[in-house]
Nanobody, 114 residues
């Protein structure tokens, strides 16, 4: 089992920045990748950014050049710059095990005002 605890998020004006952090505990040796997803009201949950054990990263097209994901040991961070109102959503930390099982954090609200 893997537990994920998120921090960060909040309310920011458009053009501003926020940093999300997520710390994994438990069977962290089983984690192959970590990332962030988001879900806006009335929309499906979507991948924002992910980083695999080798360090490779992937980003949603909508956040490329604005968001940066990083990982250090059992912590994954998402630096979000030049935020837009359309980035408003609940952001979820995700960990994928080598078995392809997924673990989720409780979610943290990000609200970008115009």
């Amino acid at each position: 089992q893997v537990q994920l605890v998120e921090s960060g998020g909040g309310l920011v004006q458009a053009g501003g920045s926020l940093r999300l952090s997520c710390e994994a505990s438990g069977s962290t040796f089983s984690i192959s990748a970590m990332g962030w997803y988001r879900q806006a009201p009335g929309k499906q949950r979507e991948l924002v950014a992910a980083i695999i054990s080798g360090g490779s990263t992937t980003y949603a097209d909508s956040v490329k050049g604005r968001f940066t994901i990083s990982r250090y040991k059992n912590m994954v961070n998402l630096q979000m710059n030049r935020l837009k109102p359309e980035d408003t959503a609940v952001y979820y930390c995700n960990a994928e095990a080598w078995t392809t099982r997924h673990y989720w954090g409780q979610g943290t609200q990000v609200t970008v005002s115009s």
